[in-house]
């Protein structure tokens, strides 16, 4: 079985600090997603990595794919309070079915 | 950018009653869909993979007569949750993949099931 393990489950840090949200597995994955999900909705992908080592950049949020493809990370820079919600990480090997990891609930004070 | 539509959005059931939920690709085919539950403060589990013009795929431990998916056209798939309990209250999810050339995975805004 193919599992995603993400931590922390839960971080809660004062606007403006920096935090750093991982996804590791022991399964080689062909891409790997972040969702962000608020409550009653559902996921909203942020972006999709799919080569090892890969970094890719959206605004505050620094994504990276590792070299074995088997882990993942998120970096979020000052954060705010509009960056509050469910972070998911989700992966997939060479088609749509997509198992998602456990998440990470974050919550930015004002 | 492609839109799933999930309806309804929210349903309360009596014990042992059938629920039906619609999920529906508007700008695009989507000749798999995908279903997922959700429980509070968790992450979302796959339930199964439906197929257009064929059976669906269920994910281990998955009950398929009591989820009936059917997947009748290339924007449709229904999940019906039948004689419902109150441990089949969750928030459920469906997705399906579109986008042309650069094809992903959409998600519908969910359905919050709750039975009493």
């Known amino acids: 079985t193919q599992l995603l393990e993400q931590s922390p489950q839960f971080l809660s840090i004062q606007e403006g600090e920096n935090l750093t949200v991982y996804c590791n597995s022991s399964s080689v994955f062909s891409s790997l997603q972040w969702y962000r999900q608020e409550p009653g909705e559902g996921p909203v992908l942020l972006v999709t990595?799919?080569?090892?080592?890969e970094v890719k950049k959206l605004k505050r949020l620094t994504f990276q794919f590792g070299d074995a493809r088997k882990d993942s990370s998120l970096h979020i820079t000052a954060a705010q309070p509009g960056d509050t919600g469910l972070y998911l990480c989700a992966a997939s090997n060479g088609g749509f079915k997509t198992i998602f990891g456990a998440g990470t609930r974050l919550f930015v004070k004002a | 950018g492609a839109v799933v539509s999930q309806h309804p959005s929210r349903v309360i059931c009596k014990s042992g009653t059938s629920v039906k939920i619609e999920c529906r690709s508007l700008?695009?085919?989507?000749?798999?869909m995908f279903w997922y539950r959700q429980f509070p403060k968790q992450s979302l589990m796959l339930m199964a993979t439906?197929?257009?013009?064929?059976?669906?795929?269920?994910e281990q431990g998955v009950e398929k007569d009591k989820f009936l998916i059917n997947h009748a056209s290339l924007t449709l798939s229904t999940l019906t949750v039948t004689s419902a309990h109150p441990e089949d209250s969750s928030f459920y999810i469906c997705?399906?993949?579109?986008?042309?050339?650069?094809?992903?995975?959409?998600f519908g805004s969910g359905t919050q099931l709750s039975v009493l």
């Open positions: 990595v799919v080569t090892g080592g």
């Open positions: 700008d695009f085919q989507a000749t798999t």
């Open positions: 997705s399906a993949a579109g986008g042309g050339t650069n094809e992903k995975l959409f």
């Open positions: 439906s197929n257009e013009g064929s059976k669906a795929t269920y």
